[in-house]
């Protein structure tokens, strides 16, 4: 994969403002919506956006998505009521959240990387916000274990994101 180029901020701001949108859609239109929103928005990605060989990171992020989360639930961390799930592990919903945010890894989230400690910071607040927020607008019920768990994943997972770009940075130059 290419090194990460310097966005222009509407570019950032754009794929930022994408993802977001791409949440809400998830969250608040169900399985059925995620499906057709999250294929259209990966799908205008890779065609406009993504760097050689993208595509490879955002699906594997999408498989440890299924598995972390899936694994979470399969513990008890979601009740996710009468949803129809993945593989017996999650709602579409929830599942195509992780392909979306992998967009953002080597575009408006480039920057962050270069801060190892500041990344893992913003994964332990944010992750477990994001969660938050998407239970309560889908009517999805959470151990009280799960949000301090997801804190530690999410900043495990950008710290090792933080790393991995660095090196995909270094060997492209």
């Known amino acids: 994969m290419a090194s990460p180029s ?5 570019a950032m701001l754009f794929n930022a403002l994408r ?18 929103s999250g294929a259209a928005l990966l799908g205008w990605h890779f065609w406009h956006w993504a760097k050689p060989g993208e595509w490879r990171f955002i699906g594997l992020f999408a498989l440890l998505g299924l598995a972390l989360d ?6 008890g961390g979601f009740d996710f009521g009468d949803q129809a799930l993945v593989a017996g ?9 992780w ?4 967009t953002l890894v080597f575009h408006s989230l480039a920057w962050l990387w270069r801060y190892p400690l ?22 999805v019920s959470l151990a009280a274990w799960l949000l301090p768990v997801q804190a530690v994943i999410w900043a495990a997972l950008c710290l090792g994101i933080s790393y991995y770009a660095r090196r995909v940075a270094a060997t492209t130059q």
Do not use: K, T
Request: net charge neutral; aromatic share 10%; proline share 8%.
């Open 6 to 10: 310097p966005m222009p901020v509407r």
């Open 19 to 36: 993802f977001e949108a791409g949440w809400l859609l998830c969250v608040l239109g169900g399985s059925w919506i995620a499906a057709i």
């Open 70 to 75: 899936g694994g979470l639930h399969v513990a």
């Open 89 to 97: 592990l999650l709602p579409v919903w929830l599942w195509m959240l």
């Open 99 to 102: 392909p979306l945010f992998a």
């Open 118 to 139: 500041i990344a893992a910071a913003c994964g332990a607040i944010s992750g477990p916000l994001s969660y938050l927020g998407g239970a309560a607008l889908a009517n």
